[in-house]
């Protein structure tokens, strides 16, 4: 009897603790709680559109850190797949969380980039009217409301993580000119340097050396290596020599689901793959 | 290689409030005000005299060049096309109109608040900003863009032409509000009138140029640019677009609702045709003229093409509408970036000149 008072006892101080912060009075951009493993989730995922199924029965797991790349041919899903993590398209079915406590289905994208999801378009999309130091201030993690952003200067610190970002991207030499007026690598890399700013827990990247030339697909290889680790890493990419030169772990994608998963020599030497891929080549032949 | 450079970089000292184009625009305006003022005073018998009609006239352009204002603030800046701004420039005139008509004789129900000064000049600022703020949360949060919410604009500018028409609406029915008489205990017809709202209608040109020049070269404004060209990105960087678009979607609104309340007693009527389509249309065309995107680009186009209607109206009435339209297509073709465009074109060649002059000279 006085075991259960003293535990009863306890558990009420543990409640009535003073720094204690109830769950429903945490702010909504709470971090990210990776403790259970993955950063994303995504369960049982479907989305059609005007009954093409888009995405079908989707299962896919991202572990906080990790750099996975996703192929698939043409029409596979996998930009459907980033509009419905961003929150731009809301899925039929299934779940998508990112780490265990948001609920990305109950979010809109600004919500969801705040929380710490960065997504690079498959077009280069960056601000063409401003120059690359604005394109970059913009992106800058922090104040978003109307009034604040009306107030916001530039403060010594931001001007710092700028200059660390136009280092990483490679764009130190060309920080006054007009985003519009560079080159499309340097769009690219202009577009992921806007990602970093945003400190992302989880970076999407839809294609980032489409359209490149070799050493700037190089470039892009290192850059994107570089970032896993200090964050997660999702690469959808076409050109399987790319792939290959930065992937840990692949997954192929296939008419909506996944087709296979591993690194990828596993992924490649999988005979369904090998049909997919060479089988519609053969065709297209 | 240098050149290009210079030609490619955005040029940072506009970006600051207290930029060139802002004194001179500033500058312009207050010389070009005192200019008038001195000119009026006058003796009738110099040649150099300027009547008050004269001034009236351009009270009146002033209040366009407001109006002007307004429309470039969201459509140069942010990309959205209203084509019915005149709906608050005329909600701020009825305003208005109801305190002078209040002047002469009580107003009945509601309207009757109307006889006091502040709650007028409150009304002239709140009619047009709670629409806008009604309507711009109705329109931007289900995200209607480009030109779906242009002919919504028309739309709303439009049921209220029809209903501002009708007599049970207690604002005149389809002749308006007229019959002013008083401002403030002043007669309206005296002298000392016409220029204190001559002064009045330059002095807010000033003021509504200075705000909306503090929110475009904030990183708001710099939000609102990166809006207009890519929305889908600014979103997906965390802001809420729909919000930026409602925050300068009212203070437009009001800057026009403002316009709409100077306007009035120059004029001396408010009636539903403000409301007309047409109208609304005709301020983006001053707006496309100046040069969309730069605010003195908005005040340029807006006293130019007034002036132009004021002349070609008298000597030939019917061919107006002809050569406004004609001038929009020209320009459109011509001149993408309209007057303004032509002059900081000319500016940037001098400056380049200027670089590379410096460049030879040292080499």
Same mark, same amino acid.
């Given at each position: ?13 543990e &409640? ?35 009954? &093409? ?10 572990? /906080? ?42 979010? /809109? ?17 960056? &601000?063409? +009217? ?10 800058? $993690? ?36 007009l +985003? ?29 050396? $489409? ?30 020599? &790319?792939?290959?030169?930065? +992937? ?11 087709? $296979?998963?591993?690194?990828? /020599? ?17 065709? +297209?032949? | ?49 300027v ?31 209203s ?5 608050f ?30 709650? *007028? ?10 629409? *806008? ?17 242009s ?7 439009? *049921? ?55 929110i ?6 710099r !939000?609102?640019?990166?809006?207009r ?21 009212? !203070?437009s ?7 709409? *309340? ?20 005709? !301020?983006?065309?001053?707006?496309a ?17 007034n002036?132009?209607?004021? !002349? ?26 309209g ?25």
């Open positions: 009897m006085s075991v259960i008072d003293s535990t009863r006892f306890d558990r009420l101080r &409640f009535a603790r003073p720094d204690r912060v109830f769950d429903f009075m945490a702010p909504a951009q709470s971090p990210v709680d990776v403790r259970h493993g993955p950063i994303l989730y995504l369960e049982d995922v479907s989305v059609s559109f005007d009954g &093409f199924q888009a995405i079908n029965r989707l299962n896919l797991t991202i572990d /906080d850190g990790e750099l996975r790349c996703i192929i698939g041919p043409n029409g596979a899903g996998k930009t459907t797949m980033m509009d419905i993590i961003t929150g731009k398209t809301r899925p039929d079915h299934g779940q998508v969380w990112f780490g265990s406590r948001h609920n990305l289905l109950t979010l /809109d994208e600004p919500q969801i980039a705040n929380l710490g999801i960065g997504r690079k378009f498959q077009k280069p999309t960056v &601000f063409e +009217a401003l120059d690359v130091t604005e394109n970059l201030e913009l992106a800058m $993690a922090g104040e978003r409301r109307v009034w604040k952003t009306l107030l916001a200067r530039l403060d010594h610190e931001g001007q710092a993580r700028i200059d660390e970002v136009l280092e990483t991207i490679g764009l130190s030499g060309e920080r006054y000119r +985003a519009g007026v560079l080159s499309h690598g340097q769009k690219q890399w202009l577009e992921i340097g806007m990602l970093l700013m945003q400190r992302p827990r989880l970076l999407l990247v839809d294609e980032p050396v $489409a359209g490149m030339t070799e050493p700037e697909m190089h470039r892009t290889a290192a850059l994107l290596t570089r970032l896993a680790g200090q964050q997660s890493v999702v690469v959808v990419e076409h050109d399987m020599g &790319f792939v290959r030169s930065i +992937a840990r772990q692949v997954t192929v994608l296939h008419q909506g689901s996944v087709l $296979a998963e591993g690194t990828m /020599d596993d992924v490649s030497s999988d005979p369904r793959v090998v049909e997919v891929y060479l089988g519609g080549d053969e065709e +297209a032949a | 290689m240098t050149t290009q450079t210079f030609l490619h970089e955005r040029d940072r000292s506009r970006q600051a409030f207290l930029s060139r184009s802002t004194l001179l625009t500033s500058l312009v305006l207050i010389v070009g005000m005192l200019v008038v003022l001195v000119l009026n005073a006058l003796p009738e018998s110099s040649a150099w005299h009547s008050n009609a004269t001034v009236s006239l351009l009270g009146k352009y002033f209040t366009y060049m407001l109006l002007a204002l307004a429309v470039d603030l969201i459509w140069g800046y942010l990309g959205i096309l084509l019915g701004h005149g709906a420039f005329a909600l701020g005139g009825y305003a208005m109109g109801l305190y002078l008509n209040a002047q002469t004789s009580p107003l009945p129900g509601w309207q009757s608040i109307m006889t006091y000064f502040p709650v *007028a000049a409150l009304a002239v600022l709140l009619a047009p900003g709670l629409l *806008a703020l009604v309507f711009g949360w109705l329109a931007f949060r289900s995200r209607v863009t480009g030109v779906y919410f002919i919504i604009t028309q739309a709303l500018t439009f *049921a209220l032409m029809l209903a501002f028409n009708r007599n049970e609406m207690g604002m005149g029915g389809s002749t308006g509000l007229t019959r002013f008489y008083e401002l403030l205990g002043f007669s309206l017809a005296s002298e000392g009138m016409t220029v204190a709202l001559f002064v009045a209608s330059g002095m807010a040109v000033l003021l509504a140029f200075w705000l909306c020049q503090a475009t070269v904030s990183r708001l404004g !939000v609102s640019v990166a809006t060209d890519a929305e889908a990105r600014v979103r997906f960087i965390g802001y809420r677009v729909d919000h930026v678009k409602l925050a300068l979607f009212v !203070v609104a009001m800057i026009a609702g403002v316009a709409g *309340a100077l306007y009035v007693p120059q004029v001396g009527i408010i009636n539903p045709s403000t409301f007309a389509p047409l109208f609304s249309i005709e !301020v983006v065309v001053w707006v003229l100046g040069g969309r995107a730069t605010l003195y680009g908005a005040l340029l186009g807006a006293l130019v093409v002036y132009l209607k004021t !002349v070609l109206t008298g000597v030939m009435p019917d061919a107006w509408l002809f050569i406004l339209g004609g001038l929009f297509v020209l320009v459109t073709m011509l001149l993408p970036q007057i303004a465009g032509v002059i900081s074109t000319w500016r940037g060649k001098r400056r380049d000149g200027e670089k590379q002059d410096r460049q030879e000279v040292s080499a």
